[in-house]
């Protein structure tokens, strides 16, 4: 089994607090990693018909045959529960009492707010990182990650990405969404989320976006709302505080899951990543979604940003570090260039609060150029 960088984080939150909740998307991997931090907790499905049926009813017996320490998977289709399961942590206070898992953002975090305020450590798990793959001795190029990307199925089994990525697609539009919202607009919600792929690493235009789609713009903004929340998308928020109106305001799309962007962008091998129109675009996501997960799997918040001026001098990533940002560019090139660091050097022109600059690229790692470091995305 692939060992989880979350897995210390877990452990340290469940002595802490008498709940832990995991949330992220489906398949990420919530299940197997509870099972192998806390193997001696009594283990219950929530969507088992059983398990579901008696906790709806008598969630009174439903904690009796299932007393702490136990884990609760898939909570939020019985969010009700965590009433009662409030009650019994408040009879003793003690830390490691039940894990919660679940992936319906929305559904989780109102019952969460509203029961288990102040009692829960939350962590939010999202696939397999380039470093945890890294550390099972896996490795792929560039574009190999991108075509295959980090579910964990693809690396216990025998199903291939179009394979895993198609099922996953169907299972989502067909079930996961129909739960969230009351989506009968099937055909024209496949379009939808086919235009975000072809949007990835893109600033949101949400007209331009509802107009291809040939639905209404508020239309737009909640299966926008709906993607976000079930984790298949992240906006990117721009950073633009104190620093006037030169700066956009728009978010960038990404997709949680880079190999979920290119089934649905079409690509089926991975030898047609490189002459894509939209490589660097699929290796930004890529990179993107890598910090989020170094920063998630520390419990850390994932306060990231991107900053871009009105005449497109951009910085990729931005990240606040002690009063300053630290500025990222991320290109696909294996080829180092010190004019790669332009748009960062740009940028510190422009304010003075600029930490460290760095560019993530497809070369090897150096130390520092002219003041920028340069590291090869594997190394990051």
């Known amino acids: 089994m692939i060992k989880r960088d979350m897995a210390k984080r877990a452990l340290e939150l469940w002595k802490k607090y008498p709940v832990l909740t995991l949330t992220g998307p489906r398949q990420s991997g919530k299940t197997t990693l509870a099972k192998a931090v806390f193997c001696k907790a009594d283990y219950v499905n929530m969507e088992d018909p059983e398990n579901h049926a008696l906790a709806s009813v008598d969630m009174r017996e439903f904690l009796q045959r299932h007393p702490a320490p136990a884990i609760f998977d898939e909570v939020q289709y019985v969010p009700e529960l965590l009433r009662y399961v409030q009650a019994e942590v408040d009879k003793s206070g003690t830390p490691s009492q039940y894990v919660l898992t679940g992936s319906h953002q929305p559904a989780l975090q109102s019952a969460v707010t509203q029961s288990l305020a102040g009692r829960t450590g939350i962590l939010e798990l999202l696939p397999f990182s380039l470093n945890e793959l890294k550390a099972a001795k896996m490795r792929r190029s560039r574009d190999e990650w991108i075509f295959h990307g980090f579910m964990p199925r693809l690396y216990d089994s025998a199903l291939t990405p179009t394979e895993l990525y198609r099922d996953y697609f169907i299972t989502y539009v067909e079930r996961d969404v129909r739960q969230l919202s009351n989506l009968r607009r099937l055909g024209e919600f496949e379009v939808f989320i086919r235009l975000l792929a072809g949007r990835v690493g893109q600033l949101l235009n949400i007209s331009s976006l509802s107009d291809d789609a040939g639905v209404a713009v508020n239309t737009a903004k909640e299966w926008l709302s709906i993607l976000e929340a079930s984790y298949v998308i992240r906006l990117l ?105 332009a748009n960062l050097e740009a940028l510190s022109s422009l304010i003075d609060v600029v930490g460290r600059r760095k560019v993530v690229y497809c070369g090897r790692t150096l130390n520092m150029v002219d003041g920028t470091q340069f590291i090869n995305f594997a190394d990051m």
């Open 237 to 341: 928020r721009p950073y633009y505080r104190n620093f006037g109106k030169r700066f956009v305001k728009s978010p960038k799309i990404y997709f949680t899951e880079t190999g979920l962007a290119a089934y649905l962008l079409g690509i089926r091998e991975s030898s047609q990543v490189a002459t894509h129109p939209l490589m660097g675009n699929l290796f930004e996501n890529m990179v993107v979604m890598e910090i989020f997960k170094s920063r998630l799997n520390k419990g850390e918040e994932p306060d990231l940003y991107f900053m871009r001026t009105s005449n497109g001098t951009e910085a990729d990533i931005v990240q606040e570090n002690c009063g300053s940002l630290d500025i990222y560019e991320i290109k696909a090139s294996s080829t180092f260039r010190a004019g790669m660091a």
